[in-house]
């Protein structure tokens, strides 16, 4: 907390520099911020700010603003080094080897990926024609092509509109200090996560990178609201390294990852109300020289999944199964097949509660930055997985998206992240599904494509004689609520607009909604894009308040939209009433 208190010391002070000249001022917040992060790595945040201040004010320093560049490219809001990196190569291009390889990853975080595209390939040239440059400051050829690859998947996933919201847990589970891995039970009741606050910690000694030791926590629902965490205690929490990693249905059985040989499983059962002493797993899971680090169950007592680097997968960590012999002893470990592994890293499986659906994370499969979450679906009949699928953006970024667990209704989750809306480092994050398995969203159409969906929706209709005129005539007008500019707040005018949806879906059971939020051109690819998503979630969130279940609504944001108006008739939300089992027909 003290250098909390120191930020707020220099952040106050600021004032009493007014008069000052700015370079004099600029080199002073420069001094403090190469001091503080030389000592404190656990200062970055302190340091980035004066970095920043520093630049800010001498935005001719070279060294203040790539230390406020590359700091945020550590911390949240990663897009927003651009600025200060942009700086760097107006003023000296030829100031570090990779400096475009870093405006390239600025742009990536902000979702630009066309000039993102522009910095790597230029960076890409550079590395090409200085083959023989082995300087610390330069990027290898294949974390660069592999950039490349992964903006040009981010094109593609980027343009399937947001299904899903990522909301942060508040302060009874995320503290300042990084916490992570969250395994719940089937009724989602507990929640038990990692964390290295210096709060309730077992000890109170550092680890080598200035955080405490990490912690077993837990928490209870209760109201429907998560109870303040607390530390599990012994057996569990040692004076070391204590880390969850999964979670039984029942909640009566807790995996542990111990930093024990090159990293083991174990595993605790709460009995008598209290947990056992941890227990080594079994060594046809666990092995002396490679890294067994994540764990989870099925629906069979008989299967178990997990991850390893050890020889016989396709490459890095990958995902095995183990099952049990006719006398119920572990037997057999096999791989879980190149349609789920690749050459890069598997890790963190969650195989859902329906018994077939898993998730998992993945730095080798179609993703755009480092680890993203995907879903795979077993086929029984063909004893096969289904190609993995991007759960798409906002549960993926650039970022690393890693141990995520999905609700046994399939309509929330949660897992860990670095992102805005957190407490401090790596916080806790709920997500909220926002499709409907009944009936598949309805995207932007063109006149041509509505006036087809038209017909085929009036036919079907005129088949029921279930619906008056006008009700016909209100569902066949998409209806177009506005907002101001950088606002998601919906207009009193359109709230009488909104209310007649209601009434009509109210009325009839057969009947959803499909709202798509969207941004004008101004602003970032990312802004535009969570600014769409807010003004469709603002929308949904309207109705929900009036009474409409949330699972006969479809909420998605699509960005800026590309058409031919003015940017006040793009910022908007179009809601839309669909007959449940209508077929998008968009392209």
């Not at 004099?24 to 980035?48: D, F, G, M, P, T």
């Not at 560049?69 to 760097?88: C, P, Q, W």
């Not at 998947?153 to 916490?179: C, F, H, M, R, T």
């Amino acid at each position: 907390m003290r250098f909390y208190t120191i930020l707020l010391f220099y952040l106050i002070s600021v004032p009493l520099f007014s008069q000052q000249d700015s370079v004099k001022q600029a080199q002073l917040y420069l001094q403090q911020a190469n001091q503080i992060y030389s000592q404190q790595k656990e200062a970055i945040e302190i340091a980035k700010e004066l970095y920043v201040q520093a630049a800010n004010l001498d935005p001719a320093n070279l060294e203040a603003n790539w230390m406020a560049g590359s700091l945020y490219l550590e911390t949240i809001n990663k897009d927003e080094a651009v600025v200060y990196l942009l700086r760097i190569e107006a003023l000296k291009p030829t100031y570090r080897f990779d400096l475009f390889y870093f405006i390239g990853r600025a742009y990536h975080y902000g979702l630009d990926f066309d000039k993102a595209l522009e910095y790597y390939e230029r960076y890409k040239r550079k590395l090409l024609g200085n083959r023989s440059y082995r300087g610390k400051d330069r990027v290898p050829l294949a974390k660069v092509n592999r950039s490349i690859l992964e903006c040009s998947n981010a094109k593609d996933i980027i343009g399937k509109p947001a299904q899903y919201s990522v909301i942060p847990l508040g302060e009874n589970i995320n503290s300042i200090w990084p916490d992570y891995a969250p395994v719940l039970n089937k009724d989602e009741t507990i929640m038990i996560f990692t964390s290295r606050r210096q709060e309730g910690n077992t000890t109170t000694n550092v680890d080598k990178d200035n955080f405490y030791f990490e912690d077993v926590f837990i928490s209870r629902k209760s109201g429907g609201e998560w109870g303040p965490a607390e530390n599990i205690g012994p057996p569990i929490n040692t004076e070391y390294h204590d880390a969850n990693i999964a979670l039984s249905a029942d909640g009566k059985r807790l995996y542990l990852y111990k930093d024990v040989q090159m990293g083991d499983v174990y595993y605790s059962d709460y009995e008598n109300g209290q947990w056992s002493e941890p227990k080594f797993l079994t060594n046809k899971i666990n092995s002396s020289i490679y890294s067994e680090n994540a764990v989870s169950e099925t629906s069979s007592p008989d299967v178990i999944l997990y991850t390893s680097n050890r020889p016989g997968g396709e490459g890095g960590i990958d995902i095995y199964y183990c099952t049990k012999d006719e006398k119920g002893n572990w037997y057999k470990s096999k791989s879980l097949g190149t349609v789920i592994n690749t050459k890069y890293d598997e890790d963190s499986p969650f195989l859902a509660h329906d018994g077939k659906t898993l998730y998992f994370s993945s730095s080798g499969h179609k993703g755009y930055g480092g680890y993203d979450i995907f879903r795979s679906v077993y086929d029984s009949a063909s004893g096969e997985w289904s190609t993995p699928e991007n759960l798409g953006y906002p549960v993926n970024t650039p970022d690393d998206e890693i141990f995520f667990q999905m609700t046994s209704d399939g309509r929330r989750g949660y897992f860990a992240s670095v992102r805005e809306g957190g407490v401090g480092f790596t916080d806790i994050f709920m997500i909220k599904y926002h499709g409907d398995k009944d009936h598949k969203p309805v995207a932007f159409l063109t006149k041509e494509q509505e006036k087809l969906f038209k017909g085929i929706e009036a036919e079907q209709l005129a088949q029921s004689n279930k619906f008056e005129e006008y009700e016909l005539r209100l569902m066949e007008h998409t209806h177009k609520i506005f907002f101001n500019t950088d606002q998601s707040a919906i207009k009193d005018e359109h709230q009488v607009e909104l209310d007649s949806i209601i009434t009509l879906v109210q009325k009839h059971d057969i009947l959803n909604i499909d709202i798509a939020g969207f941004a004008s051109s101004d602003g970032n690819p990312r802004y535009n894009l969570e600014l769409s998503h807010k003004r469709a979630l603002i929308v949904l969130d309207y109705l929900v308040s009036k009474g409409i279940s949330e699972e006969r609504i479809i909420a998605r944001g699509y960005g800026a939209i590309d058409e031919d108006t003015t940017p006040e008739e793009q910022r908007r939300a179009d809601v839309r009433v669909v007959m449940t089992g209508v077929s998008d027909k968009s392209p």
